[in-house]
């Protein structure tokens, strides 16, 4: 694709955003580069501006990857403002659904069978319509009740499209300097990339629901819904139906007799074990994502968005939330040394004095009083203060604990996350960093290497040595840039760029003027 489709694509992204009042944080941003700012003030030239954004609905109205790319934003105040982090928390992954004519088509194409031999029953009517797919109930030819999940047709390459601009303008993003270089955008959306990509195959979804089924098989009060993979494909996935209520139900919870305290903590206990325990995590727990059955069992469904996190980052993440809640503030600035987050030249007691200046005031009240949004906040301050780049691998988890956080509170308002929370993290420390731990995982090592040609062990120490707890990071694309296009970066070629960028602005903004006179 072209800079100039590009540059087009973003005008009119642009123009949405500023009819949202969506540019006016962006703009105003000390922190904003200032070609970015001058785009912004271009793309609301001429646009009615509310007094209020609404960062949610503008997301929505560019369309399904923008809703994605938004749902991912929320997580990150540090980049796009706490207004507009708190407004697309409220981001519904909702569309209008797809003609079932084409829906049975997709489902006929994909198997290459009648629908009539796959299902005794389909209705035509879908019970949830999202960005990506839409899901239906059927009875299959053998007599279970299923829900099918229906890929969007052709929603695979509106997303590559929209990525590639994506990938476009973060590079130049980034490649301006300063606080844009921190940010890392390329890995930000690097990072999205990979998992919308994840979304968009539902083998892979029906697998990651199957393996995260088989780890917390021994976990009481939890379950995943099993997958028919004959009934299974690319853009097809079949799994059992569930009867249950919303967990944001709390009215129908509460006729049903079920103990919203104890649900609570069992969902939060659920997040931990996954996340800490396991290092493998449904990272999309949403309220549209779980039900609860009878007995007060969680089920959770939608596994298109699935994190990991290695052994190394998952005892560090361990140790920050040990020292968090037993006030411990000089550990917890050691590991981030440690997992080289923050940049050696800093003193690990100036710090520790950062870090006590936000854990203190959460320590021993609850939620409802001070959430784990407010303290995520702290953090990303302290992070822009101290140096800390972003740690891509560390998103979906700030994502993850933020819904968590708003559906225990919503259960029951007086939850105690650290209290909660406490016991269990210290019990998977001991286990983890005891002594028997340590013995156990020395004599293991000790029997595999001994297996090993010494020849053997040299070149998997060198193909992996000893790092920090940040993962690799994905190769990033090629992405040339505007002013590079003749040689090097010349600031005397801003001039006509910014003309170029006002003519297309001016022109979608005569597009977009035209259309609404008329």
């Known amino acids: 694709m072209s800079p100039r489709k590009h540059i087009w694509r973003l005008l009119s992204w642009g123009r949405i955003l500023a009819s949202h009042g969506a540019l006016r944080g962006i703009e105003q941003d000390p922190h904003t580069p200032a070609p970015v700012a001058r785009l912004c003030r271009i793309a609301r030239f001429g646009a009615r501006i509310p007094d209020v954004p609404d960062y949610a609905g503008a997301f929505r109205a560019i369309g399904p990857a923008a809703i994605k790319l938004g749902q991912t934003l929320a997580t990150r105040p540090d980049l796009v403002g706490e207004e507009a982090a708190d407004n697309l928390l409220e981001l519904q992954d909702s569309l209008p659904p797809v003609p079932f004519a084409a829906i049975r088509a997709e489902v006929e194409s994909a198997f290459g069978r009648p629908l009539s ?135 129908a919870l509460k006729a049903a007799g079920i103990d919203l305290e104890a649900l609570a903590k069992r969902l939060v206990i659920a997040f931990l074990t996954q996340a800490v325990h396991l290092g493998y995590f449904h990272a999309d727990m949403h309220q549209g994502n779980l039900f609860i059955e009878p007995d007060g069992t969680i089920v959770a469904i939608d596994f298109g968005i699935m994190g990991r996190i290695n052994r190394q980052a998952r005892i560090w993440l361990g140790e920050i939330l040990h020292g968090l809640t037993t006030g411990n503030y000089r550990r917890v600035a050691e590991i981030h040394f440690e997992a080289q987050y923050v940049p050696s030249y800093h003193s690990v007691d100036e710090f520790t004095t950062a870090l006590r200046a936000v854990g203190e005031p959460m320590r021993g009240r609850p939620v409802k009083d001070l959430s784990v949004g407010q303290m995520l906040d702290g953090l990303f301050a302290i992070t822009r203060d101290f140096d800390m780049s972003t740690q891509p691998h560390l998103l979906l988890l700030q994502k993850t604990m933020v819904m968590v956080e708003g559906l225990a509170t919503q259960l029951y308002p007086d939850i105690n996350m650290w209290d909660v929370s406490g016991p269990f993290v210290s019990e998977w420390m001991r286990d983890e960093l005891g002594p028997e731990a340590a013995i156990a995982r020395g004599i293991h090592r000790g029997l595999r290497r001994i297996m090993r040609m010494p020849d053997l062990i040299e070149r998997i120490e060198e193909r992996f040595p000893l790092k920090g707890a940040a993962p690799e990071q994905p190769p990033l694309p090629d992405i040339p840039l505007i002013w590079d296009r003749q040689g090097k970066p010349n600031a005397n070629r801003w001039p006509g760029y910014i003309t170029a960028f006002l003519l297309g602005g001016i022109s979608v903004w005569a597009a977009w003027h035209i259309g609404w006179m008329g």
């Open 117 to 251: 031999e796959l299902y005794a029953e389909f209705e035509e009517q879908p019970v949830g319509a999202a960005s990506i797919a839409q899901v239906h109930r059927a009875i299959t030819t053998d007599g279970r009740r299923v829900a099918v999940k229906v890929l969007r047709p052709g929603i695979r390459e509106k997303f590559a499209r929209d990525i590639q601009t994506y990938e476009w303008a973060a590079a130049h993003l980034e490649a301006l300097g300063g606080e844009a270089t921190r940010l890392r955008p390329r890995l930000i959306i690097a990072n999205f990339k990979r998992w919308t990509l994840r979304e968009l195959d539902l083998r892979r979804e029906a697998a990651s629901a199957s393996e995260l089924a088989d780890m917390m098989k021994g976990t009481h009060g939890y379950r995943i819904p099993a997958i028919d993979w004959d009934r299974t494909c690319g853009r097809v996935m079949t799994l059992e139906w569930i009867d249950g209520i919303k967990i944001s139900d709390t009215a």
